[in-house]
């Protein structure tokens, strides 16, 4: 197989619980994605990267693993994921796992040992520490709301957990637990999954001190998140893991990177580093927070979104590999983000595609994106069903933060859950997702948004997406070209070239409903255009551009 293969290649995210249920108990699952598998190399994808399947509880859809060598009652059983490889392998499409293992399900065997005693085989395969002056051992907030500790009585001990109660965080500074996960890594390689992405990685090297962090006002924990990321010995862990699993495998592989800098994502993803293939990060899908953290309701400054993105665009170039994405399954709706998800759903949905896509690094298209699903638009807090969601919603509002109709308000702006709602294919009953009650409600807009529509419609965003991937495997420049920012102060415009030998791109993208003028640069007046999502005939001189209206123009001196 090619080196670096995962260059090349487009990542399709599907979350299994609201992809396509295949027997009508309301709640997607492995066959409903074998299934829908020739739409998805329809769409022109290579990799499939699925959220965990693994048998779970189901505290945190899944993120929460009773057993790593198992799959999920409701999704099927490991012969129907066998049946998913080998079919998605015959099309010429690789299956990417979800890997997590910054913590386990307090249901995991290892776990119901750890806390059984403080001296069995599995006492230190999870982090304990003893109380403080009566209370937990450090100040620390879950990611998920309350202390990020939770008491046992059996051993007289708190244990650590970064997320929900039921997800405790494993011990990686024991040798046993880095060993009994690299076994099990190397168990899904030699089924024959093509590549991992990497649940909070950044976050298993714990501090050697465990001391009291900062805490903001009006809070009672400090965050937990910058305390314990990039930890003393996360490179040395993740190069053993290189070592003992990823280097003797075709793998891609990424990792969620959570406070990540441009300087620490070099050793993660550089070429010479030989940990992994890429990182996410989130620093462009954290300027939309407000003082109540991600709870907000209004999008960034254009500039910072510039900003950021041209910063990782221009120092890991030769460097390290980007990740490039807008949506994902802990991530609203980007139509409804960045875009404009009625008057100009469709344009503004083509305009982000073609922003993100001609940028260097490998995509990530999550399931709808390609159809310009919307968030959902709630307007009852029992119709969430996420966890972080539900928690906020009740710390703020119950505790006098901010009012009800304020937190719907950013529940609809930025809950996990506006990306979870079921995948709509039709515009049959539930969007043709399932015959059953769906886990989650159905967005009401599917009977006019739904891949069959898109299907049928030769200008949908659907075939824009198709056109994208195309592209990418057409043109070296998009792999490989360096990244140059024009305009860098426009609150309208986002407007860049790309530079390969002498292939030139230039890519404009109007952020706004509004018509704005545009002065095309000099040199490009023999050039021609690769993909625009309006009609055009003239891309010289100063131009008016429609809203959302975005373009590329590619010339070879």
Known sequence: MQENWWKNAVVYQIYPRSFMDSNND??????????????????????????????????????????YQDIMDDFGTMADFDEMLDEAHKRGLKIMMDLVVNHTSDEHPWFIESARSKDNPYSDYYIWRDGKEGKEPTNWEASFGGSAWEYCAARDQYYLHAFAVKQPDLNWDN?????EVFQMMDWWCQKGIDGFRM?????????????????????????????????????????EMNREVLSRYPLATVGETACVTV??????????????????????????????????NRPPRLTQLKEVLSKWQTQLHGKAWNS????????????????????????????????LHMMQGTPYIYQGEELGMTNAGFTSIDQYRDIESINAYHEIVEGGIAGEDYMMECLRFKSRDNARTPMQWDSSVNAGFTEGTP?????????GINARAALADKDSIFYYYKKLIG???EYQIITEGSYELLLPDS???????????DEKLLTVCNFTGDIQKFEVPGGFEKSRCLIGNYSRDVYKGQIELKPYEAFVLYKCR
């Not at 993803?269 to 954290?286: I, K, R, T, W, Y």
């Open 324 to 355: 490039l994405y807008w949506d994902n399954h802990d991530q609203p709706r980007v139509v409804s983000r960045f875009g404009n998800d009625k008057e100009f759903r469709a344009e503004s949905a083509k305009m982000l595609a073609i922003c």
């Open 471 to 473: 592209l990418r495997k």
């Open 175 to 179: 040798p046993k637990v880095r060993q």
């Open 199 to 239: 649940d909070v990685i950044s976050m298993i090297s714990k501090p050697e001190v465990f001391e009291d962090g900062h805490v903001r006002e009006g809070h009672q924990y400090a965050e937990i998140g910058p305390i314990i990321t990039h930890g003393p010995h996360e490179h040395e862990y993740l190069k």
């Open 439 to 447: 886990w989650i409600e159905v967005n009401p807009n599917y009977t």
């Open 26 to 67: 309301g709640i997607g699952d492995l066959k409903g994605i074998t299934q829908k598998l020739d739409y998805l190399k329809e769409l022109g994808v290579d990799i499939i990267w699925l959220s965990p399947v693994y048998k779970s509880p189901n505290c945190d859809n899944g993120y929460d693993i009773s057993d």
């Open 491 to 501: 609150e309208e415009l986002y407007v860049y070239t790309r530079t390969y030998g």
């Open 263 to 296: 300087e620490e994502a070099k050793k993660y993803a550089g070429f010479d580093e030989h940990e992994l293939n890429m990182v996410f990060q989130f620093e462009h899908m954290d300027l939309d927070f407000g003082s109540y953290g991600k709870w907000n």
